[in-house]
């Protein structure tokens, strides 16, 4: 039974291992911006 709880505890520590990986583990300054729209372009019209 112990056994099993050991195995149950390392796999939650693995999965959040890889979910703090994803989320912490980019780049240094973030996302990067999107460019400011061009201003002599209107938007398209349907």
């Known amino acids: ?3 099993i709880l050991l195995e149950a505890l390392l796999a ?3 999965l959040g291992l ?3 990986w994803t989320m912490f ?3 240094k300054g ?3 911006k999107a460019p ?3 201003k002599n372009t209107e938007p398209p019209t349907h």
């Open 30 to 32: 973030g996302e990067l």
């Open 12 to 14: 939650l520590v693995v």
């Open 1 to 3: 039974m112990g056994l």
């Open 36 to 38: 400011p729209p061009d």
């Open 25 to 27: 583990s980019g780049r």
């Open 18 to 20: 890889i979910v703090w």
